[in-house]
Structure formats: C-alpha cells, structure tokens
C-alpha cells in the first residue's frame, strides 16, 4: 500500500449543509455518523450557486472569472463553453504523482471536453451536461397528464403559458432503479478494482440528486411527515427590501399552500435520506477493503438549494446562506488530529483541491485562488484563521452580475442589477432585514467594499469597469487595486 492517501469524493447537487447535521430532522445518519469520525467544515461556501461555475471552481482551485466558465455550459445561454486554455486540474497533477484515478457521476465542467481529458478513466455512467435520473422516472414527457402517469403525490406550481413546475414527487420502483444506486453499485465495483492494487487511487462519485424536482421512490418519499416538518425561520420574509428578481421569484413559490411546502420540504428530506444510504454503503465497502485508515473521504455539494428558506426554492440569484453553504465533511483516519471537531473557520469549494495535493505530497497548482485545508485536518493551525469570503456569480440561464463579501459577522452582497444587500449574521443569522441604508453602518460597508476590491484584483475579476453605466459598485477601488485596462480600454 501506497503511503499516500487514497482519496473518495461523493459529490450531490443541491445538497444543503444543515441537513447533515446530526441535530437536524433530516434522516442522515451516515453523514453525522462521518462527521463524528472525522471534521465537519461548518463554514464551507460554493463560489456560485449555479453548477458549472462551481465545479470549474472545484476542479481547477480558481475563482470563475480566471476559469471562464461564467454559467451553465450546457445550453444555448452559455457564455463559455469551456475552461480556459491555460487552466489546470489538480486531477492531472494527482495523475501526474502516480495516482489511479476514477470518475462517474455528473461532470458539468466543460462541453468541450470530458473527466478523461482531464486524467479520469470514466465508468459507468457519466453525465457530462448534467442529465438527472429522478427515481425510475426519466421524465418529463410532454405533458402533465402524461407525467402523473408516471409520478404520485406531486407538488406542481402552475405558470401561466409555461409548463407547470414540478416541484416533488413519488416515482414508482425501488431505490436500486434510481441513477445514484446504479452510480453507486458501479462505483462499488470500482473501488473493487481500485483498493486492490498497489497504487494509490482517486475515486469521483458524483450524483444528480438531491436536484429538484424532489422525486424519489417509496419508502424515503413518506419517511418524514409532512406535518411535522416546521418551516425555515425565514419562510414568512416578504423580501420587501431586497432586490425585485427576489421578490419576483418569490412570487412563483407564493402559489403553494404551507402544506405543499411542507410536503416539498418532506420529500426534499426524504431524497437526501435516500443518498445518505447509498453514501453508507461506499463507506462500509471502504472499511471492509481495509484501506480506510489512509484513504480521505469527502462528501459534499457542488452548491446548496433554498428549500424553503424565505419563501424560494432552488438556487440562482438570491445570494442567502442556505444556498451558498455547502457540506464538507472529511474522514480520514491516518491523518485527521482529534476527530470529532467542528471547524469554523471559512472553507470554499476551491480549496479542496489544494488539499487533496498537499495530502498526496504533490505539487501545488500554479497561482491557484484555493489554499489547502491540511493544516486544519491535521491541527497543526489552530482555527479560526479564515473569516472572509468572497464570491463570483456572474448569473444562470439569465444573466447578472452579484458579488458576496463577508468578513466575520457582516456580509455584502453587491447587486449590479438592483441595489445591494448587507447583513450582520450575528445578530440576524436568518438574513431577515437588510442593513445597506443603515447609516450607523457606513464605516461597515467601506471596508467590506474596501476588501471586495482587494478579492478583485486577486481574481482578476470583471467588475472593475470604470465605464459610467456599469462602474456600479457604490465605491470604486484605490488606483493601487485597479487592474491594468484592456487593450480596448
């Protein structure tokens, strides 16, 4: 055996990190129980609640506007089909070291090329534009009448001209029918193939739950009852002083009666439920290999899903925690220092690339955004070093530009689409009243927006245009952090 670690990563979509706490009514044992083994991230952000910017951040340690993927590649909205050409993936430094390395799952990176591009051997299913298999429902077929033929129990909300939205449902068959225990049975075999040899190997499990629309099969479609699901804590905001796009997605979601949000959020419980026991039976298969001792596990999120929270649904725009934090929990007996810890300090998902090398001994990826999180794994930094955070969301199907900077308890959420946010998350953790007015808070916002240029200039992000009709950042930076003007000025 190979005194580097082995390394498994079970990456969801739209998986909430509240939900695999151990204390949260979500039935999730498998995560808590890994959590307890191990070191629960408490503070792991994604760097754009949209897919494919958030796994290019994953992938190559570096902020969208340095890895070009700016929103969904897959369709004609794309405003880049592809990383850019000088970028590198810590997968090929991994296999560059020596390691085995092994991918099925969601990709969602690039249209122009696949994980074997990027030093994967691909298995079983691999869906490179993201396709969901919901339970043994591969809908939906062109019409309502024809996907209730398929589905019980449903949450729809109707658009007038549009089709309905299904938000939740019941699928008939079993959990072995269902694309993540197919993704699962062959990663199983996988890792089969993998533990047996004598070099050290790279295992990607990337499932497309727990994505909307929430359909999953019996029994996890009726494991929590809707009754006694209480609603999130911001469910009554009306959004009044947030931006309109916020207010105007609410407005879909206001259809629903608590009881069918009640019954969403059930089935929403019910699919994370639904992967937890297939994320158990990858970790059983690792113990019984007997190379759990040095091998990371990681479960994660490429982002997170509102779920309820202040009245939405989904992801996008509305730049709350519920659909930023994402989990992050890592095992690893032969290296973790005093298991069991909670860690506070502020993770991103384009750090754990950096770790994954640091571990393997292997060098780092050049000029990376990402830092690795080792020192925190194996206690030899004491947390609490990382209090900021800084975001890039460059809009979905439709397009906008949105910036986070928090540092500490305040976050600012630049809007250039509308006016912008700021929040003190100590005092109100549920992002209930919007402080940018507050004039007690001006010296507050001057250094946030301070900090966000210096993140800026660091990522070489877009948002520096002195240009009158988009320079709308309330303060513009220091000519020390202004980024030299393009050729085209």
Known sequence: MSDRPNILIVMCDHLQSAVTRADHPCPMPRAAQLGGEGVRFDACYTLATHCCPARASFMTALYPTRHGVYNNIANPTALRLGLNPDCVTWSEVLRD??????????????ALEGPKDRGWHEFGLVTATGHRGRGTWDGPPPGRRDREQHLSNCVWVPRDGWPDVLLSGVSGGTIEQTTEARQTADALEELGRLSSGSDPWCLYVGWGGPHDPYVIPEP??????????????????????????????????????????????????????????????????????????????????????????????????????????????????????????????????????????????????????????????????????????????????????????RVGRYKYVFNGFDFDELYDLEADPNELKNLINDPALEGVRRRLLDRLWVWARDTQDTIDNQYPTVGLVPIGPHPSLRRSPTPEG
């Open 220 to 405: 996890y479609a009726s494991l929590v009852d809707p009754a006694s699901v209480t609603l999130p804590a911001s469910y009554g905001d009306d959004l009044a002083d947030r931006p309109a796009i916020y207010r105007r997605q609410q407005q879909l979601w206001n259809q629903l009666t608590e009881a069918e949000v009640r019954q969403a959020i059930a089935h929403y419980w019910g699919y994370c439920a639904l992967l937890d026991e297939l994320f158990g039976r990858l970790v059983d298969a690792l113990d019984a290999s007997g190379q759990a001792e040095n091998t990371i596990v990681v479960f994660t999120s490429d982002h997170a899903d509102l779920v309820g929270a202040h009245g939405l649904f989904l992801k996008g725009i509305p730049a709350f925690e519920e659909a930023y934090k994402i989990p992050f929990i890592v095992r690893w007996p032969g290296g973790i220092a005093d298991p069991g810890r909670e860690v506070r300090s502020i993770a991103r998902i384009c750090d754990f690339g950096p770790t994954f090398l640091e571990a393997a001994g292997a060098s780092p990826i050049p000029d990376a955004d990402g830092r690795s999180l080792l020192p925190l794994l194996t206690a030899d930094e004491p947390d609490g070093r990382r209090q900021e955070l800084y975001t890039q969301m460059n809009g979905v199907e439709l397009y906008y530009t949105q910036r986070i900077m």
């Open 97 to 110: 070291r020596g390691y085995q390395l092994s991918f099925t799952g969601k990709w969602h990176v690039s």
